[in-house]
T-cell receptor
Framework: EAQVTQNPRYLITVTGKKLTVTCSQN?????MSWYRQDPGLGLRQIYY???????DKGDVPEGYKVSRKEKRNFPLILESPSPNQTSLYFC????????????FGEGSRLTVL | GENVEQHPSTLSVQEGDSAVIKCTYS??????FPWYKQELGKRPQLIID?????GEKKDQRIAVTLNKTAKHFSLHITETQPEDSAVYFC????????????FGSGTQLTVLP
């Protein structure tokens, strides 16, 4: 089954404790992206990747890091989480030269105390 | 960069009535405009999209219109049903595909029985 898988789905952590949210897709998509969803603000792009070892900042990259060492994986790293990073995070992927559909993971709800 | 504004933020309609959600964009180079539906607790999913060389597109009960001159596009849902209740997001990009989408803030549609 074609899918984008995120882990963990739910996480409560404390300020400053490094964490990683993993994202994996099995569709051989070149393009992967991370969004955060906050009430009234829609989906805002954090980072994206056009292919292995190619990453770039989105609209709200501060406080986040990413890596793309393999085509299928695109982890989101919070080196020192803060309460303003409490949010619902979505990973998504797409073919680079495609019809346009972005496939989302199920989301990861992060709470930073 | 692109800026997408979406209205209204909430919309309630009676079952069977029509619903219209409107979005404006700022970048005249934008050429791809998808709409995503997010049911409660679920991931966003593409429901319809339109490209800048087309003025209108229909798919059963949903349709999207695009006015490039005015830089706005709209989602129309006819004969609404309870299962249409969800958050709807518009988006825009100049990439021609799902890359680097800028999303609107979302519209919570409630269809009242």
């Amino acid at each position: 089954e074609a899918q984008v898988t995120q882990n963990p789905r739910y996480l409560i952590t404390v300020t400053g404790k490094k964490l990683t949210v993993t994202c994996s897709q099995n569709m051989n998509h070149e393009y992967m992206s991370w969004y955060r969803q906050d009430p009234g603000l829609g989906l805002r792009q954090i980072y994206y990747s056009m292919n292995v070892e190619v990453t770039d900042k989105g609209d709200v990259p501060e406080g986040y890091k990413v890596s793309r060492k393999e085509k299928r994986n695109f982890p989101l790293i919070l080196e020192s989480p803060s309460p303003n990073q409490t949010s619902l995070y979505f990973c998504a992927s797409s073919l680079l030269l495609n019809t346009g559909e972005l496939f989302f993971g199920e989301g990861s709800r992060l709470t930073v105390l | 960069g692109e800026n997408v504004e979406q209205h209204p933020s909430t919309l309630s309609v009676q079952e069977g009535d029509s619903a219209v959600i409107k979005c404006t964009y700022s970048d005249s180079a934008s050429n791809y405009f998808p709409w995503y539906k997010q049911e409660l607790g679920k991931r966003p999913q593409l429901i319809i999209d339109i490209r800048s060389n087309v003025g209108e597109k229909k798919d059963q009960r949903i349709a999207v219109t695009l006015n490039k001159t005015a830089k706005h596009f709209s989602l129309h849902i006819t004969e609404t049903q309870p299962e249409d209740s969800a958050v709807y997001f518009c988006a825009a990009t100049s990439s021609g595909s799902a890359r680097q989408l800028t999303f609107g803030s979302g519209t919570q549609l409630t269809v009242l029985p």
